[in-house]
């Protein structure tokens, strides 16, 4: 088994992580590869070959993330396009995506024995057309917001699905995403939670100046336009994945559609995805009612 790693150096402990995810995946007969960024770091290990990181993920059968959910998103864009099965191990504090925490680094064992399941996530096609029809084209594996600058005070936001309006309204922004983006930035803006493999794309508005401001879940066949209407010489973001990619005027749009492209993200725990809720959001809250606070 060809395995790639991508490890996040920014987490704590992320260097002696990796470092046990290879003597692990080595004793099970592994071929290792890195991004020859990280040779000078990882030069020490036995058995791992440094190489492009373009020619790492072509040849992996399996791309291993250490880090958090933002070392999947990235290696989710990366791999998807050849249809790489990610496996996360969270370094990181939420880890929705994560199959494994960083304690459970002796599950890896079953990846050898096929012990898993993969999870199939739909992921977004991200199109802005300018006022002259000129287009920039992005992926996205959680979401796409579009948000006031700040240099806009007051922004308007029209959002249509296949050329009928669903929403006018006066707001910080609106977010558009997976069923996987729905713990993101979404639920922080009182989004539902989706199971994340279903195949639907989430609105959801931010901040809006109404008494009746509701999440809608839309069929995956929508095909979403979003408009922002700024007080002149202002602007709004377009952010793909938490990620600023373009500053947006008046006459601008973005769309946004259902991608060809899927990510199967492997869950060796099985229910990763539930125990991550109960873990991570439930009991937290739990603990504290039972300690009056």
């Known amino acids: 088994m060809k395995i790639f790693l991508y490890p996040n150096l920014d987490k704590t402990n992320c260097f002696e992580y990796t470092s046990a995810t290879c003597e692990i995946l080595r004793r099970n007969g592994a071929l290792l590869s890195m991004s020859e960024k990280y040779r000078d770091v990882f030069n020490c290990l036995e058995g791992l070959f440094f190489k492009p990181e373009e020619k790492c993920i072509k040849?992996?059968?399996?791309?291993?993330?250490?880090?958090?959910?933002?070392?999947?998103?990235?290696?989710?864009?990366?791999?998807?396009?050849?249809?790489?099965?990610?496996?996360?191990?969270?370094?990181?504090?939420?880890?929705?995506m994560a199959s494994l925490e960083h304690s459970q680094l002796e599950l890896l064992d079953k990846l050898f024995s096929k012990e898993y399941t993969l999870s199939r996530r739909m992921m977004l096609d991200v199109k802005i057309v300018n006022e002259?029809?000129?287009?920039?084209?992005?992926?996205?594996?959680?979401?796409?917001?579009?948000?006031k600058a700040?240099?806009?005070k007051i922004a308007d936001f029209e959002v249509s699905k296949n050329n009928s309006v669903i929403s006018s309204l006066r707001a910080d922004g609106v977010i558009l995403s997976t069923a996987t983006g729905a713990t993101a930035y979404?639920?922080?803006?009182?989004?539902?939670?989706i199971e994340p493999e279903m195949e639907c794309i989430e609105f959801t508005q931010i901040c809006a100046h109404s008494l009746f401001a509701r999440s809608m879940v839309l069929s995956a066949d929508s095909v979403i336009n979003v408009k922002c209407h700024t007080n002149s010489n202002s602007h709004a973001w377009v952010t793909v994945d938490g990620n600023n990619v373009y500053k947006l005027s008046a006459n601008d749009r973005v769309v946004v559609l259902k991608s060809a492209y899927y990510v199967d993200?492997?869950?060796?725990?099985?229910?990763s995805f539930f125990s991550s809720i109960n873990k991570k959001l439930m009991q937290p809250l739990k603990a504290a009612a039972e300690d009056g606070i």
Not at 186 to 193: C, E, K, V, Y
């Open 186 to 193: 979404s639920m922080s803006a009182g989004g539902p939670i």
């Open 150 to 152: 700040d240099d806009c």
């Open 265 to 271: 993200i492997i869950d060796i725990c099985g229910g």
């Open 132 to 147: 002259h029809g000129d287009e920039e084209k992005y992926t996205a594996l959680n979401d796409v917001a579009v948000t």
């Open 59 to 96: 040849e992996c059968d399996i791309i291993v993330a250490i880090g958090g959910d933002g070392t999947i998103l990235k290696c989710a864009i990366k791999g998807s396009a050849l249809c790489k099965p990610i496996l996360g191990i969270n370094c990181g504090r939420l880890g929705f």
